[in-house]
C-alpha cells in the first residue's frame, strides 16, 4: 500500500512538472524537479544547430558573445552596437541590464580599452556587474568585430 502511494505520488508530481515546465530527475527515494533549458535564437551551420543566442536555465540567462560586424570599424560604434544586442536579447529572455551579474569583455586591440570604457559606462545600473576584459591572441574576433561581449544575468 505504501509502494502504490508512493508510486502515485511520484506520477502526480512528474505531471505537474511537466505542466510547469520542468524536468524530473528521481532516484529509490526522491524526486528532484530541475528546470529544463530553454533558448534563443538558434545559428547553425551546414544544417546543424551550433548554438543559441541565449539560454536560459531555471532564473539564469546566458548570452552568446555579441560582436558588431559593421563599419564603421571604431570602438565606440561598436561597443553602441554590442550593447544594444545584449539589451535586446536580455529583454527577449525576460531579464535587463541591470540584472546582469558577469560580463566578458573581449577586444581586438587593447588600445581600445577606454574607448569602450566610455561607452559602456553606466549601462548596467547603478550596480553594475563583475567584469573580465581581455585582448584576443592573434587572429582576432570573428566576424571583423573589434569588441565582443557575453553575460550571465539572472530574471
Known amino acids: 500500500m505504501k509502494?502504490?502511494?508512493?508510486?502515485?505520488?511520484?506520477k502526480l508530481v512528474a505531471s505537474i512538472a511537466g505542466i510547469a515546465?520542468?524536468?524530473m530527475a528521481a532516484n529509490a527515494n526522491t524526486a528532484i524537479l530541475t528546470p529544463e533549458k530553454e533558448v534563443g535564437k538558434?545559428?547553425?551551420?551546414?544544417?546543424?544547430?551550433?548554438?543559441?543566442?541565449y539560454t536560459?536555465?531555471?532564473?539564469?540567462?546566458?548570452?552568446?558573445?555579441?560582436?558588431?560586424?559593421?563599419?564603421?570599424?571604431?570602438i565606440k560604434n561598436h561597443t553602441?552596437?554590442?550593447?544594444?544586442?545584449i539589451e535586446e536579447d536580455l529583454i527577449k529572455a525576460?531579464?535587463?541590464?541591470?540584472?546582469?551579474?558577469?560580463?566578458?569583455?573581449y577586444l581586438n586591440d587593447f588600445a581600445d580599452y577606454k574607448g569602450m570604457n566610455e561607452v559602456y559606462?553606466?549601462?548596467f545600473g547603478s550596480k553594475p556587474p563583475a567584469r573580465t576584459t581581455v585582448a584576443v591572441a592573434k587572429?582576432?574576433?570573428?566576424?571583423?568585430?573589434?569588441?565582443?561581449?557575453?553575460?550571465?544575468?539572472?530574471?
Not at 509502494?3 to 511520484?10: F, G, I, N, P, Q
Open 3 to 10: 509502494t502504490e502511494r508512493r508510486s502515485v505520488l511520484k
Open 21 to 23: 515546465g520542468f524536468g
Open 42 to 53: 538558434i545559428t547553425e551551420f551546414q544544417d546543424v544547430p551550433m548554438f543559441s543566442s
Open 56 to 74: 536560459i536555465h531555471g532564473n539564469m540567462v546566458y548570452l552568446s558573445g555579441k560582436g558588431a560586424h559593421t563599419a564603421p570599424f571604431e
Open 80 to 85: 553602441e552596437i554590442v550593447l544594444k544586442r
Open 94 to 105: 525576460g531579464s535587463s541590464m541591470e540584472k546582469v551579474l558577469k560580463v566578458n569583455v
Open 121 to 123: 559606462k553606466g549601462r
Open 139 to 155: 587572429g582576432g574576433i570573428p566576424g571583423d568585430s573589434i569588441v565582443e561581449m557575453d553575460v550571465i544575468a539572472y530574471i
